[in-house]
């Protein structure tokens, strides 16, 4: 498309970047139709007016189905960013007018729901009880995504793993997630009753993690032979549960495994580490009052560090 320049953001390109986000979020037209109560054949016009305006052709519609280009991707990135930002200026405006109202945007590593101590359940509960009119939006990424969008004004707070700080950022301790080493039923060593030796271990395919991990956690995967990835914790226990394959979990997340009788750890004393979740916000950004609000829950909540 020939190229144009935008002298302008009016409200209807606003409301053109919305649909457009929609789409995006429904990966295709048909299903966005519900949501945004038009047409296919509307939305389909509303897309191509986008286009024009922006001089970008941010999408690929057919029988191929819909797919976003490269541009598409870039674009809709700064939709998100808009919306923050917008989202950010009521949310100043309310705090003018000492009312606690407006979007609250938190990212949350996979599978932390089973922490027994649930401060972040607990804290995400007192303010919504205690404010009605603050709308909870929940983001289920990876420890880099939660990262860039707190980074960027996108999130205004993220629970990760630390594994390596970054200086724009500010932590607080949640927890400190321990995880084993475990095994599944139908592995050899599940009924394996004598002493293990660590180099004994070597000989079993292993599941690593190609997401970030701390130094200790590679060291002790460095010992193994991996043999297989996972991109997340749920694939990890995936190919445990085969009973080809050991790997590492938190202890919080295998337990139901366990439990069961479907998992067992292996080597306790030897195979495990601790990592440290925190809670991250954007240092030196000025916090607003819904983002002070749960943190001020979530401070009476957690215990301090002893």
């Known amino acids: 498309m020939k190229p144009k320049k935008l002298n302008q953001v009016t409200d209807f390109d606003i409301k053109l970047l919305k649909i457009f986000k929609t ?15 038009i047409s296919r054949s509307a939305i389909s016009l509303h897309m191509s007016d986008l286009e024009n305006r922006l001089g970008i052709r941010l999408c690929q519609r057919g029988r191929a ?3 976003l280009t490269d541009e598409g991707r870039e674009v809709l990135q700064y939709i998100e960013m808009l919306t923050a930002s917008i989202e950010d200026f009521r949310a100043k405006i309310n705090q003018m007018h000492n009312q606690l109202k407006g979007e609250f945007n938190i990212g949350i590593i996979n599978n932390l729901v089973t922490m027994q101590s649930a401060y972040i359940t607990k804290s995400l509960a007192q303010l919504a009880e205690e404010n009605s009119e603050v709308v909870i939006n929940i983001s289920m990424s990876t420890l880099s ?24 950022l500010d932590y607080f301790h949640l927890y400190q997630e321990n995880s084993f080493l475990y095994c599944g039923e139908n592995h050899p060593l599940f009924n394996h009753t004598g002493k293990i030796n660590p180099k004994d271990l070597k000989q079993w395919n292993t599941v690593l993690p190609n997401y970030a991990i701390s130094p200790e956690a590679m060291k002790l995967h460095q010992l193994l032979n991996c043999s297989a990835t996972a991109s997340d914790r749920e694939g990890i226990a995936f190919l445990i549960l085969t009973g080809k394959f050991i790997g590492f979990l938190p202890d919080h997340y295998a337990r139901k495994w366990v439990v069961d009788g479907f998992m067992k750890p292996i080597m306790q004393n030897v195979m495990h580490y601790s990592t440290p979740i925190c809670l991250i916000t954007h240092k030196g950004k000025n916090v607003n009052i819904i983002l002070k609000t749960f943190m001020d829950i979530l401070k009476r909540i957690v215990p301090p560090i002893q």
């Open 145 to 168: 995504d939660i990262e860039c969008r707190v980074l960027d004004n996108r999130l205004h707070a993220g629970a990760i793993p630390l594994v390596s700080p970054l200086s724009g």
């Open 65 to 67: 189905g819909f797919a």
């Open 23 to 37: 789409v995006c979020d429904c990966h295709s037209f048909t299903a966005a139709e519900s949501i945004l109560g």
